[in-house]
């Protein structure tokens, strides 16, 4: 076999299903060797080298194996960036092959060389990506493979880039069966010294509550937090990105803290006196902690588990450190609580405290507007009231990520995903196309706003191409609505003169235009059960323009308060 056939064969023994990306001439010989594999690799070929890479990671995130892209030369590399700087802050396994001119020709001007004689693209993607490399003989090739996938699965993982000459592509190659192994075995450190104090900390704390982030996901470690939370009588608040990875119907809920969160997680965690806060999974970001609101910091202990070392104690002063995967340390967390917390009686005080507070927090059933536009927050109830259990939910950044993020309620980890780590406008266009095929008995949502949309749209012919059924929700309000509310909650009045607002654009005709099915709601055509089971059934890619009012103001007050503490 050829470097090319060779690279297809391991991918295909890493159990690699799909490659999303753009062909080109600088990788055709990826296409050569992907004929008649014998591992039935699909290539997914999107519309943009961005919305591809958005694919993999949504491919990635939901089944938590490894995502692939691909591109050629020059710009079609540097497409990918945009993407995988969203896979790499949020820690999400991703291959990046790309193509590169032979190597004879390094150096003389070659169409969209990229090496280091030119555009460097590996030092570019060496900023954004845990190992950047070009291949550097068919020798090696195989070795450095197999280095990116063992890199890009290891726990905390992330995206990974190889840069591939057209000749060394072609040259022939012997597979080494006795290196054909990944390593990606999954290490699950825990820190043994700590667990006994931490675990008698939290059976003794007066008010406790327990704060889980995005890590918590990345380790599968839902059912070990739920065990622990209900073990202890322990409230769970959860970051903005790990909106349900405790259910969010559970009594001992307080739901989102931070951007657009919910006034309970705000009025108990920060409001109120909490003396050991157990921290998991959490970098504790500006769009968690209310712009580091320093009365977050608990009266007594702050308990900061992570594997990553880096991001304890990094935005507040942790008194006990715990370094370690989050899903074995908070097993043994629970398992040495199981004796203890059976001699405390605490749990009545806890839950008449947090019930009293819900009481006032609860979030009113309806909400109405004028001019026949649908309100955006009884969009979300609707959304949620009428679509399955089951349903993969995305937001996009911006207003729709506020609205879902308030007014949804998760009730099954691993079901509602936001790239709020970088933020990147247009991800929850593509990255569901990616999600429905990682999870293709599970209807896949994506609620976007129109900015949003407008710059990753056509990628719904992706999904149409390859019969996708993903379905699209976008808030047609006209205008770029976080900047626009924005500027008008601020302080000051702020000009509009980088216009936020634009012509309502018709999104079901550009469906229909793209091959999709397009459906138009307000708010005299509103969702219903009959529709969606309409969609559902239908399975095919959907597209629902729903024209919003643009003057109800999303909850983002929080985020401006940030902007006039910090940006100032």
Partial sequence: MNTAEMIVEILGRTGVKYLFGVPGSAIEDLNTALDNNPYDIIPIVSKHE??????????????????VCYATAGPGASNLITGLISSYVDQIPILALTGQVATSLFGKGAFQESGSEQIDLMRIFSSFTKYSRILISEGRAQYMLLKAIRLALSNPGGPVHLNLPADIMKRPVELRESLLSTGTEETRLFDVERVDKVAELLAEARRPAIIAGWGVYLSQAMPELLQLAERLQIPVATSPKAKGVFPESHELSLGVLGFAGSPLAKEYLIDNDV??????????????????????QPSEHLIHLDVDIEKIGKNYRASHHMVGDPQINLKMLAQAVEGVALKKNHSAHHNQHLQGLRQRHTPKETFTSGNDLYHPAQLMFDIQKFFPENCIFFADIGTSMAWAIRYMSIVHPGSFFVSLGYGSMGYAVAAPVGARLASPDRPVVAMVGDGSFLMNGFEVATAVNYKIPVIWVVLNNAMLGMIYHGRHLVKETIPDVMSTCFQRVDYVKIAEGLGARGIHLDGKVTLTASLVEDILSAQVPTVLDVWIDDQAVPPIQSRINTMDTHFS
């Fill in 50 to 67: 961005e919305g591809a890479a958005f694919m993999a990671d949504g491919y990635a995130r939901v089944s938590g194996r490894l995502g």
């Fill in 275 to 296: 003396d050991v806060l157990l921290a998991v999974g959490t970098s504790f970001s500006e769009m968690m902690t209310n712009g580091w609101d320093e009365h977050l």
